[in-house]
């Protein structure tokens, strides 16, 4: 796979149309990620690269509970044929309080790939939400590489040495652009909280040095400052390109606001 550029936007996919898409292309966005669980289909993909000349759209994730590999095959491959090399296909195997089918991730995880290599999706078109040494392992020998979400510099430093230095490596990351830390500290918090039901971020978390205080429901403010970095944009800029120099190919940038994020990325762009 071609460089995705140092820098990527993730949003929920219900939240974005061409418009913003176009902006952020000319912002100098490279990666469009899609959160939020896309459907099979990917209907919401073609009017974003169809709007756009560069931007790669990926997906951030197809949930493999609920998104058919046959069906998601059947979707890169029309994307693929439209738009050449500008769709990115994210899979992951989303969390055992949300979906009722879930059972042994690892092995539905292969099985998901074995049915994507059946179906003719190459390896390098293609990245796994990957977290714990086991998935990044599999990311590093079935895909182009991993797509962790939910983490700090420390888990990229050690999701890069766990990869190599030549598989992808693009880390999520929350921000908040306001001064004022309360206030931005409270929708750091609004969102990242909920995460913190689910079992397999809070293991991760443990894992990259957070504590039971820490990850206990709803977060401790040096957790939230962590996974929701906030201040003037130049702060922000700061604690983004911690990722890279952590290891990361590229930051996806979750810009966490009331309402429209295009204020937010016009503030950061250029600053990384």
Known sequence: METLGRTGIWVRYSNVGQEAARELERLGYSTLWLGGSPSAGLDMVDPLLEATDTLVVGTSIVNIWTAPATSVAESFHRLEAKYPGRFVLGIGAGHRESNADYR?????????????????????????????????????????????????????????????????????????????????????????????????????????????????????????????IHGEPETVADGLRAHLAAGADQVAIQL?????????ARALAHLI
């Open 256 to 264: 966490l606001s009331d309402d429209d994020i295009l204020p937010g």
């Open 104 to 228: 042994k991730p690892y092995e539905a995880l292969v099985g998901y790939l074995d049915q994507l290599d059946q179906a003719g999706v190459p390896m390098q078109r293609r990245v796994l939400a990957a977290l714990g040494p086991r998935v990044l392992d599999l990311a590093r020998t079935r895909s182009a590489g991993a797509l962790p979400y939910l983490v700090t510099p420390e888990h990229t430093r050690s999701a890069r040495a766990r990869l190599g230095s030549g598989p992808l490596l693009v880390t999520e990351q929350k921000v908040v652009i306001d001064a004022q830390p309360d206030r931005a500290r409270e929708l750091g918090r609004e969102r990242v909280a909920p995460y913190l039901r689910l079992s397999n971020y809070v293991a991760n978390l443990r894992r990259i040095g957070f504590d039971t205080g820490d990850v206990t429901f709803p977060g401790s403010e040096r957790l939230i400052d962590a996974l929701a």
